[in-house]
Protein backbone atom coordinates (compact mmCIF):
# COMPACT_ATOMS: atom_id res chain seq x y z
CA UNK A 1 0.00 0.00 0.00
CA UNK A 2 1.43 3.18 -1.03
CA UNK A 3 1.73 6.07 1.48
CA UNK A 4 2.67 9.25 2.03
CA UNK A 5 2.85 10.48 5.82
CA UNK A 6 3.57 14.41 6.23
CA UNK A 7 4.32 15.15 10.33
CA UNK A 8 5.67 18.05 11.90
CA UNK A 9 3.50 20.95 11.08
CA UNK A 10 1.69 23.19 14.09
CA UNK A 11 1.87 26.46 15.40
CA UNK A 12 4.90 29.20 14.97
CA UNK A 13 5.39 32.90 15.73
CA UNK A 14 7.00 34.18 12.87
CA UNK A 15 10.37 34.58 12.63
CA UNK A 16 10.64 30.94 13.95
CA UNK A 17 10.71 27.54 12.61
CA UNK A 18 9.54 24.33 11.65
CA UNK A 19 11.06 21.24 9.83
CA UNK A 20 8.19 19.27 8.34
CA UNK A 21 8.87 14.92 7.92
CA UNK A 22 7.37 12.94 4.65
CA UNK A 23 7.57 9.32 5.62
CA UNK A 24 6.98 7.12 2.42
CA UNK A 25 6.15 3.48 2.18
CA UNK A 26 4.84 0.71 -0.37
CA UNK A 27 6.79 2.19 -3.36
CA UNK A 28 10.86 2.90 -4.33
CA UNK A 29 10.68 6.23 -2.80
CA UNK A 30 14.36 6.74 -3.92
CA UNK A 31 13.29 6.59 -7.41
CA UNK A 32 10.91 9.12 -7.47
CA UNK A 33 11.50 12.87 -7.53
CA UNK A 34 9.96 14.48 -4.77
CA UNK A 35 8.52 18.06 -3.74
CA UNK A 36 6.27 20.09 -0.94
CA UNK A 37 3.28 21.93 -2.10
CA UNK A 38 1.13 24.15 -0.08
CA UNK A 39 -2.22 25.24 -0.20
CA UNK A 40 -3.96 28.25 1.83
CA UNK A 41 -7.39 28.76 2.52
CA UNK A 42 -9.10 30.29 -0.76
CA UNK A 43 -6.17 29.75 -3.01
CA UNK A 44 -4.55 27.86 -5.68
CA UNK A 45 -2.27 24.95 -4.58
CA UNK A 46 1.18 25.92 -4.97
CA UNK A 47 4.60 24.66 -5.27
CA UNK A 48 7.35 25.13 -2.36
CA UNK A 49 10.33 23.46 -3.01
CA UNK A 50 11.81 20.22 -4.69
CA UNK A 51 14.72 18.38 -5.60
CA UNK A 52 15.95 18.57 -9.21
CA UNK A 53 18.02 16.16 -11.08
CA UNK A 54 20.75 15.90 -8.84
CA UNK A 55 19.38 16.51 -5.35
CA UNK A 56 19.42 19.75 -5.09
CA UNK A 57 16.83 22.90 -3.49
CA UNK A 58 14.84 24.59 -6.12
CA UNK A 59 12.33 26.59 -3.64
CA UNK A 60 9.89 28.97 -5.55
CA UNK A 61 10.73 32.95 -4.81
CA UNK A 62 8.54 33.55 -2.02
CA UNK A 63 10.26 31.06 0.37
CA UNK A 64 13.61 31.08 -1.71
CA UNK A 65 16.17 31.30 1.25
CA UNK A 66 14.01 30.54 3.81
CA UNK A 67 13.65 26.88 2.86
CA UNK A 68 14.76 23.82 1.99
CA UNK A 69 13.71 20.09 0.77
CA UNK A 70 15.97 17.43 1.64
CA UNK A 71 15.31 13.36 1.41
CA UNK A 72 17.03 10.75 3.01
CA UNK A 73 16.35 7.54 0.95
CA UNK A 74 17.78 5.29 3.67
CA UNK A 75 14.81 6.10 6.08
CA UNK A 76 12.70 6.93 3.06
CA UNK A 77 11.83 9.98 4.41
CA UNK A 78 11.61 13.58 2.76
CA UNK A 79 11.95 17.10 4.75
CA UNK A 80 10.93 20.63 4.37
CA UNK A 81 12.97 22.61 6.28
CA UNK A 82 11.42 25.93 7.22
CA UNK A 83 13.05 29.19 8.47
CA UNK A 84 11.87 32.57 9.53
CA UNK A 85 8.72 31.89 9.36
CA UNK A 86 6.27 34.43 7.84
CA UNK A 87 1.95 34.44 8.38
CA UNK A 88 1.71 34.10 5.08
CA UNK A 89 3.34 30.86 4.83
CA UNK A 90 0.19 29.53 6.91
CA UNK A 91 -1.26 26.82 4.53
CA UNK A 92 -1.55 22.91 4.47
CA UNK A 93 1.60 21.80 3.24
CA UNK A 94 1.62 18.42 1.03
CA UNK A 95 4.59 16.28 -0.15
CA UNK A 96 4.57 14.15 -3.16
CA UNK A 97 6.26 11.75 -4.82
CA UNK A 98 6.09 11.30 -8.40
CA UNK A 99 8.19 8.79 -11.23
CA UNK A 100 9.84 11.27 -13.22
CA UNK A 101 13.60 11.75 -15.26
CA UNK A 102 13.29 14.95 -15.26
CA UNK A 103 11.65 15.93 -12.03
CA UNK A 104 9.08 18.62 -13.32
CA UNK A 105 7.49 20.04 -10.90
CA UNK A 106 3.90 20.03 -13.39
CA UNK A 107 4.26 16.27 -13.63
CA UNK A 108 3.68 15.95 -9.94
CA UNK A 109 -0.15 15.49 -9.96
CA UNK A 110 0.44 12.23 -11.83
CA UNK A 111 2.22 10.73 -8.68
CA UNK A 112 1.75 10.24 -4.62
CA UNK A 113 0.07 13.11 -2.41
CA UNK A 114 0.47 12.97 1.46
CA UNK A 115 -3.07 14.03 2.80
CA UNK A 116 -0.81 17.19 4.36
CA UNK A 117 0.09 18.88 7.38
CA UNK A 118 -1.28 22.31 8.34
CA UNK A 119 1.23 24.92 9.08
CA UNK A 120 -0.01 28.37 10.88
CA UNK A 121 2.02 31.49 11.38
CA UNK A 122 0.81 33.95 13.99
CA UNK A 123 2.72 37.55 13.76
Known amino acids: QVQLVESGGGSVRAGGSLRLSCAASGFAFARYCVGWFRQAVGMKREGVAHLDLIGSSIATDSVKGRFTVSRDNAVNTAYLQMDSLKPEDTAMYYC?????????????????WGQGTQVTVSS
Open 96 to 112: AAWFDPWCIVANADAGY
